[in-house]
């Protein structure tokens, strides 16, 4: 365990021996094609195939290195190192507005994930990104909280009224408001049967997080739970994440009731 760490640091402190060790993953190549691959000079390139050599990763047949078995193992495990990091990375920032909470939510599925994140000279970026989500699906299943700007509740209704499949369960509070932004598109919207609307009282994380299934991406969109306001919106393509959202989808909507009347909302269930 002690000579672990050794190992660890003499491949990943040098971005050299991480080039020749990508390089070789991808396929056999001389000194030369290393070199010029990798960047670097004729004796870094020694010590690295001696050091390489002798733990065995790699194997010559004359000019020319390759991996071997126990180099292919150390590539591929690096590979997935990296992307896991690069995964942390983009949700570092992010993660205290995660839904980490409810029961399941698991950082290790997040693949492909885009972050979307209002920045001090241009907060629109989550706004945009869910926009060019809704605008590019024909199926939408979602609960919780949803962005409640005129830019995106426009090409979500517009789509809605034309030929968006869609189930929502939303907190009667966040319905309301959607029907004091515009009632007569939200009433037009309701009557139709691409468009079903669920209430329930108790979603975990309502004034926090709302979740959407898309065709193919999933949207967590994650405000501060204190000051209510956006603070990112973050979609992927992960299948294991699309199970996981899609199980609570199923679960909230056993618990929820049927909108039933627009006004009943408004009259009857005005508390979060």
């Known amino acids: 365990m002690n000579e672990t760490p050794d190992d660890i640091e003499f491949l990943v402190t040098s971005d050299h021996r991480v080039a020749v060790l990508d390089t070789l993953a991808a396929s056999s190549s001389d000194r030369d094609g290393?070199?010029?691959?990798?960047?670097?000079?004729s004796p870094t390139m020694s010590r690295i195939?001696?050091?390489?050599e002798d733990r065995h990763w790699i194997e010559r047949e004359g000019r020319t290195y390759q991996l071997t078995r126990l180099?292919?193992?150390?590539?591929d495990?690096?590979?997935?190192?990296v992307d896991a990091m690069t995964i942390e990375r983009r949700i570092r920032e992010v993660w205290p507005w995660l839904p980490h909470e409810i029961e399941g939510f698991d950082l290790g599925p997040f693949t492909d994930v885009v972050v979307s994140r209002p920045g001090p000279g241009y907060p629109y970026q989550p706004v945009e990104r869910f926009t060019h989500l809704l605008t590019d699906t024909t199926t939408m299943r979602g609960f919780g909280m949803v962005i409640l700007k005129s830019s995106n509740l426009e090409p979500f209704?517009?789509?809605?009224?034309?030929?968006?499949?869609?189930?929502?369960?939303?907190?009667?509070?966040?319905?309301?408001?959607l029907i004091a932004w515009d009632r007569d598109t939200v009433v037009g919207a309701v009557d139709r049967a691409n468009y079903t609307v669920w209430l329930h009282d108790n979603l975990p994380l309502a004034d926090q997080c709302?979740?959407?299934l898309f065709d193919d991406r999933v949207s967590l969109c994650c405000y501060d739970h204190e000051t209510g306001t956006l603070q990112t919106l973050v979609d992927t393509g992960s299948e294991d994440i699309r199970r996981w959202a899609e199980?609570?989808?199923?679960q909230f909507q056993a618990e929820a009731r049927p909108l039933g009347?627009?006004?009943?909302?408004v009259l009857d269930d005005s508390s979060p």
């Open 247 to 250: 199980s609570y989808y199923s």
């Open 77 to 81: 495990r690096l590979e997935e190192f």
């Open 261 to 265: 009347d627009v006004d009943s909302v």
């Open 210 to 212: 709302g979740i959407c």
């Open 157 to 177: 209704f517009d789509h809605a009224l034309d030929e968006l499949e869609c189930e929502y369960i939303y907190p009667p509070s966040i319905f309301e408001k």
């Open 71 to 75: 180099g292919e193992f150390v590539a």
């Open 34 to 41: 290393l070199r010029a691959a990798t960047g670097a000079s």
């Open 49 to 52: 195939l001696s050091d390489f």
